[in-house]
């Protein structure tokens, strides 16, 4: 009887141990992913600022292109994008994948997009792992056609397609603003 015990308290600890090293596992793997966004941020801030016009004017482009883009593959690496952005600095090119879709970072250039009003047509998006998730970057966006609105919440939508991770949509300020 007294083995029995024993057993079921080492049975609960593991299960305890488990959930809690999944926990842990998933904020250090959305800590990499938040520093990435916001690495990609400062450094696009930096082009804005130093060359008064985006990036990339149309289109998409892939932030990070060693560990893939969102949702499928079909997002370029765009050359230009690179390029241009090397004036600044190195972009990160890699970040903790999870599941066969939504990952990565990636930008979107939409004409007529705006944020508040104010013409703003680059966003970046990205995914955390886990619902409701905080995306850790200033300028998270919800989209109310035809413009972009601060979020509320602190991320975009909270349970991706039910993926179970968190979208990040990401305004990105540009030379008007």
């Given amino acids: 009887?007294?083995?029995?015990?024993?057993?079921?308290?080492?049975?609960?600890?593991?299960?305890?141990?488990?959930?809690?090293?999944?926990g842990v596992q998933q904020r250090a793997?959305?800590?990499?992913?938040?520093?990435?966004?916001?690495?990609?941020?400062?450094?696009l801030q930096a082009y804005i600022a130093e060359n008064g016009t985006y990036p990339?004017?149309?289109?998409?482009?892939?932030?990070?292109?060693?560990?893939?883009?969102?949702?499928?593959?079909?997002?370029?690496?765009?050359?230009?994008?690179e390029t241009n952005m090397t004036k600044v600095g190195n972009l990160p090119k890699s970040i903790p994948n999870s599941g066969d879709a939504y990952n990565g970072i990636y930008l979107v250039y939409a004409v007529g997009t705006t944020w508040n009003g104010d013409p703003q047509p680059l966003r970046m998006d990205?995914?955390?792992?886990?619902?409701?998730q905080k995306c850790g970057v200033d300028r998270v966006s919800n989209y109310v056609y035809p413009a972009y609105v601060p979020s509320t919440t602190g991320y975009?939508?909270?349970?991706?397609?039910?993926t179970g991770k968190t979208r990040c949509w990401i305004s990105i300020p540009g030379p008007s603003s």
Avoid: H, W
């Avoid at 029995?4 to 141990?17: H, P, S």
């Avoid at 793997?29 to 450094?43: E, F, L, P, T, V």
């Avoid at 990339?56 to 994008?81: E, Y």
């Fill in 29 to 43: 793997k959305n800590a990499a992913i938040i520093d990435a966004a916001a690495k990609s941020y400062r450094y």
């Fill in 56 to 81: 990339i004017i149309s289109g998409n482009a892939c932030i990070t292109t060693d560990s893939g883009c969102f949702a499928t593959a079909a997002i370029p690496a765009n050359a230009g994008f």
């Fill in 156 to 162: 975009t939508q909270g349970n991706l397609d039910s």
């Fill in 126 to 132: 990205y995914a955390l792992l886990g619902t409701n």
């Fill in 1 to 22: 009887m007294e083995l029995l015990i024993v057993i079921v308290v080492i049975g609960i600890l593991a299960a305890i141990t488990v959930v809690a090293y999944n």
